[in-house]
Every structure is written in structure tokens, then in C-alpha cells.
């Protein structure tokens, strides 16, 4: 009991004391240099979308901790890597800030770079279904597994008070695949009509309008009735006035006459869509249509996704491969080969198995690649520090200003192609061109 009172036990009991202050001292210096990163998105040149992902990769120099916000939703999360010292996220915003604490002495602390896909993902497929006709069990196999697909309407089947033939899709179900996050294209008012060859130019691309008129009047009474139609897949691609189309659907974007952005084509595939250099929004994209008819199989898919996976990890591109089939009407039922197809996809490459293939319609994918190649990314500010250090920890002080402020804020990937212009809200009016409509109804 004595020792207790014992002058050297007081004296390492006041020694213990002052190291623990000295090292909580020195903990909370530490704790206190933050650095604050601020990034501009800037976004002007990018049209309506209905999805404005971005992904960048930053680094952080091994900070002990990392806060990462936007302008329009606070606090958002993000992942590690790729690399040790760098941070995934992806923002919708226009302003990103991420807040380092006792990141590292690294000239590369703040540097960034745009990821190929969203959320850096290795590779993209995209699957489609043509022409809204006896497609119920083929959609379903998509909506049992949670997979958003896209959706190419040919819209007087659904509207028309001639329609609906046995077979077409109805409104309600279309209503189910939009709330489901399926994105929805337009494929003609009339896929006969569209095909034949009496039409010329002008006929085309005002039965591409009115199918877009069509289309909203479908999606105003949907879920999302804001929901945006993006994209046309040719009806009867590969047929004389198929080369057409590409440039009636750059008219219509650059005239701002409505939102259409792109054509669908059929047969090349997988494609690099790397961000240098920056893919070519005029391209039209590629779909493989080999899973239809008595010849599909869901084999040749697999094929491919096994192809694209490989081509993706040892090259280090981002890949992009899109697929499209029919309803059971036109080549036979094909649920059983989308359905071993899309099991393999995701047990392989997706959330299943190594989580490297981002599965989404060509709409999102493709609305990625134009916010990736279209905004312009700057680190604004040189790195400040939010608190004042203690006078004790002068080392931790002087440790990044200097560092940062010698890095020149960067404006990244700037875009060769011809920039969108801005889409204005252009109502297409009662001055339509008139449309030929053929006497035939063959679907
Ligand atoms: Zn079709």
C-alpha cells in the first residue's frame, strides 16, 4: 500500500502520463492534416440523358482516411482500387470533393483519370429485343434475373386501334419493363413499311419522328414518364436504305429535333471502347444477332463472352459487346438459350462470379461513354489544409502544399469529336411530312 505513495512510482506514473498525452498529442496533429480536393465536372457539352454517371479514379496517397461528397447528393460511397492508393467513384454531380487525412508526401496525391465503363468495369453487354411480338417469355427471363434489357418498339402494333394483333405487347407490360429500368428504342411506326424500299429518305425520317411522338405518348403513361428515347434500331438492317438511317438519326440529334442520339446495326463485335482515343459517338452500334434461329444457340454467346472478357483483361480496354434476339414468331422460341446464356454471364463474369462485366441496355452504356467523352474534368483547387496543425508537428505541416500546388490542374480528355449540341425541347409539330403507309401489315 505504501508503494503507492512512492516517489518513483509517482514519478513513472507522471512519465507514463506525459507520453500518452504527448502521443494522443501527436495523433490528433496527425488526424488534424486533412487535404481538400475539389473537382469541376463540367457537363455543358452533354445532351439530355436519362443516365449521367461518371467514374473517376483518384489518387489518394494512402490517406488514413478518405471522404468523398458531390454537390447534388452529400456524402457518396466509392470503392478502393484499382491500384493501392486510388479510389473508384462514380457521380452524377457537376462538383466532386474529396477530403484526404493524412494522405502521404505523393506528387501524385489528386491526380485522377476517367474509368472506360462505369464503375471501372472491365466489360459491357448490352442485350436487345426486336419487335414487340410474342416476346413475353423471352423478356421474362431478363426480369426474373433483375437484368434491364432493351426494348425496340415498333409503335403502331401498340397503338394502333387496328392492333393489337395476337401477340403484341400491350401497354401495361411495356410499363413493367420500364419501372424495371429497360430502356426503350425506337424501331419504326410500322416495321413493314419502314423496310420497303418505296419509302425514300424523307418518308424515313419522318416515320422515325412520328414513332418518337408515339413513344411518348406510350411513356407519358408509364412509371417514368420522363423517361428519354435514346436510341433506333433499324428495321431490316442490312437492307438497301439501312445506310440511311445512320445519317437521318445524326440529322435529327444535330437539329436538335429530338432526342435520339444513335442507330443500332447488326454484326461486329466486341468493340474497344477504351477512353483514347475517345470513342466515336457517330459509330453505330454493333449487335450480334446469332442467338435467333434454328442455327442460334446460346454456345456462340458464350463464346463471345468468353472472347470479350479475354480481349478486355489482357488488353486492359474496355470492351463492349451487344447482342439482340426475337420473339418466338419469327425463328422459335429461344428461352431456353437466353436463359442458359444469361446464367452463364452471371455466374462467370457477373455479380456471381468475378463481377468484371457491367450488364445494361446499349442506351446506358452508350449515355456512359458520351458523359466519359464529353465532360470535362478539372482538380480546381491546389490542396488546402482544413485545420491548423500544432506547433508540434511542423513535419506533418509542411508535408503537401508545396507537393500539390506544383501539380497543374489538369483538364482531362478533351474531346476531338464534334460536340452535341444542346437539345432544346423541339415539339414535332402538325407540319410532319406526310408518311405513304403501305397497305401491308405483315409483321
Ligand atoms: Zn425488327
Redesign the pocket.
Known amino acids: 500500500m505504501n508503494s503507492i505513495k512512492s516517489p518513483i512510482f509517482l514519478c513513472l506514473s507522471l512519465t507514463t502520463l506525459l507520453l500518452i498525452a504527448l502521443a494522443t498529442n501527436f495523433r490528433l496533429s496527425q488526424a488534424a492534416n486533412t487535404v481538400s480536393l475539389t473537382y469541376n465536372i463540367d457537363r455543358s457539352d452533354i445532351p439530355p440523358l436519362n443516365d449521367n454517371e461518371l467514374t473517376l479514379i483518384i489518387n489518394t496517397a494512402n490517406a488514413s482516411e478518405i471522404e468523398i461528397s458531390d454537390a447534388t447528393n452529400g456524402p457518396i460511397p466509392f470503392k478502393s482500387g484499382p491500384a493501392a492508393d486510388e479510389v473508384t467513384v462514380t457521380t452524377t454531380s457537376s462538383q466532386l470533393t474529396v477530403t484526404l487525412t493524412n494522405p502521404a508526401a505523393d506528387d501524385q496525391m489528386g491526380e485522377f483519370r476517367k474509368a472506360g465503363l462505369k464503375d471501372n468495369y472491365r466489360w459491357a453487354y448490352s442485350h436487345g429485343f ?2 414487340n411480338y410474342f416476346l413475353e417469355q423471352e423478356t421474362a427471363v431478363f426480369l426474373d434475373r433483375g437484368i434491364p434489357a432493351g426494348f ?1 418498339l ?1 409503335t403502331r402494333w401498340i397503338i394502333d386501334p387496328a392492333s393489337p394483333w395476337e401477340g403484341d405487347f400491350q401497354a401495361s407490360e411495356l410499363n413493367t419493363l420500364i419501372a424495371a429500368g429497360w430502356a426503350i428504342n425506337n ?2 411506326t410500322d ?1 413493314e413499311n419502314s423496310c420497303h424500299t418505296i419509302y425514300d429518305r424523307v418518308s424515313r425520317k419522318a416515320d422515325v419522328l412520328l414513332a418518337q411522338e408515339d413513344l411518348r405518348t406510350l411513356i407519358a403513361a408509364s412509371p417514368k414518364p420522363d423517361l428519354l428515347v435514346l436510341g433506333y ?1 433499324v ?3 442490312g437492307t438497301a436504305q439501312f445506310n440511311d438511317y445512320p445519317g437521318i438519326i445524326r440529322e435529327i440529334r444535330d437539329g436538335q429535333e429530338d432526342t435520339l442520339l444513335y442507330t443500332d446495326g447488326i454484326f461486329q463485335f466486341p468493340f474497344n471502347v477504351d477512353v483514347s482515343p475517345p470513342y466515336d459517338l457517330d459509330a453505330i452500334i454493333k449487335r450480334d444477332s446469332r442467338i435467333d434461329g434454328s442455327g442460334g444457340s446460346a454456345a456462340v454467346l458464350i463464346a463471345e463472352f468468353d472472347k470479350t472478357s479475354q480481349l478486355a483483361n489482357e488488353s486492359g480496354n474496355p470492351h463492349w459487346y451487344t447482342t439482340f434476339s ?1 420473339g418466338s414468331h419469327l425463328f422459335g422460341s429461344n428461352v431456353a438459350a437466353l436463359e442458359t446464356m444469361l446464367d452463364y454471364l452471371i455466374n462467370t463474369y457477373g455479380s456471381n462470379g468475378t463481377d468484371e462485366v457491367w450488364i445494361a441496355p446499349t442506351t446506358v452504356v452508350y449515355s456512359y461513354l458520351l458523359v466519359r467523352d464529353k465532360s470535362v474534368v478539372t482538380l480546381v483547387n491546389p490542396p488546402a489544409e482544413t485545420t491548423t496543425p500544432s506547433p508540434t508537428s511542423t513535419n506533418i505541416a509542411t508535408a503537401t502544399p508545396t507537393l500539390i500546388s506544383n501539380q497543374t490542374p489538369t483538364p482531362f480528355a478533351t474531346a476531338t469529336n464534334e460536340p452535341f449540341p444542346l437539345h432544346t425541347s423541339t415539339p414535332i409539330g402538325s407540319n410532319r411530312t406526310p408518311i405513304l403507309f403501305l397497305p401491308l401489315n405483315l409483321k
Open positions: 426486336d419487335d425496340n415498333v424501331h419504326a416495321h434500331t428495321p431490316c438492317g426475337h
